[in-house]
């Protein structure tokens, strides 16, 4: 059973680093093919892709956010983390991490991060 | 503004046809590569709904299609029940610049 599920703070300030942790089961991220994506919501609005990370450590970003997202992954721990910087209200949304590439096949229930000062 | 185009809303009454589109481009849906839907229920996360432009998960019913041609795509829910009701997005992949993994702007089915 793969299951996926997100952890962070659910409030962040102006200009702070955002840190989120997606930690999985029923799968590993060592295995040929695998591959875990972060995607947000914007409360209301559409869902946009962020950030992919694949089996072999290749990373892909968002060509609009790339200068301030990165992602890792730690397999032994089943987790794969995503870091934002300099956040802005306008990144208050809700954050997914979902398995796959295309499709995104299974998805986190999200974790809503606001930024406010 | 989404690189997938879909109608912000569509809606019908139990037991109707309903289509919603998703118009892209050359560089996504035009260029070949696969059209994904999601299905996202008020408060809860997506969940894929078709994969490969027509196929379907393992759970989901059979009133539930998916099409291709072109630059476009279509998700067509047959016999409409209360519980569709729902946002629903098309996702792909855009080979441009600027791209990577896209989705439409999501299409909210009511059921009227």
């Known amino acids: 059973q793969v299951t996926l599920r997100e952890s962070g703070p659910a409030l962040v300030k102006p200009t702070q680093t955002l840190t989120l942790t997606c930690t999985f089961s029923?799968?590993?991220?060592?295995?040929?093919?695998?591959?875990v994506s972060w995607i947000r919501q914007p409360p209301g609005k559409a869902l946009e892709w962020l950030a992919l990370?694949?089996?072999?450590?290749?990373?892909y970003y968002s060509t609009s956010l790339k200068t301030r997202l990165t992602i890792s992954k730690d397999t032994s721990k089943n987790q794969v983390v995503l870091t934002m910087t300099n956040m802005d209200p306008v990144d208050t949304a809700t954050y997914y991490c979902?398995?796959?590439?295309?499709?995104?096949?299974?998805w986190g229930q999200g974790t809503l991060v606001t930024v406010s000062s | 503004q989404s690189v997938l185009t879909q109608p912000p809303s569509v809606s019908g009454a139990p037991g109707q046809r309903v289509t919603i589109s998703c118009t892209g481009s050359?560089?996504?849906?035009?260029?070949?590569?696969?059209v994904h839907w999601y299905q996202q229920l008020p408060g809860t996360a997506p969940k894929l709904l078709i994969y490969?432009?027509?196929n379907r998960p393992s759970g989901v019913p059979d009133r539930f299609s998916g099409s291709k041609s072109g630059t476009s795509a279509s998700l067509a829910i047959t016999g409409l029940q209360a519980e569709d009701e729902a946002d629903y997005y098309c996702?792909?992949?855009?080979?441009?610049?600027?791209?990577?993994?896209?989705f439409g702007g999501g299409t909210k089915l009511t059921v009227l």
């Open positions: 996702q792909s992949y855009d080979s441009s610049l600027s791209g990577h993994w896209v």
């Open positions: 990370i694949d089996w072999d450590d290749d990373k």
């Open positions: 490969g432009n027509s």
């Open positions: 979902a398995r796959g590439r295309s499709p995104f096949d299974y």
């Open positions: 029923g799968f590993s991220l060592s295995t040929s093919g695998m591959c």
């Open positions: 050359s560089s996504n849906i035009g260029a070949g590569y696969d």
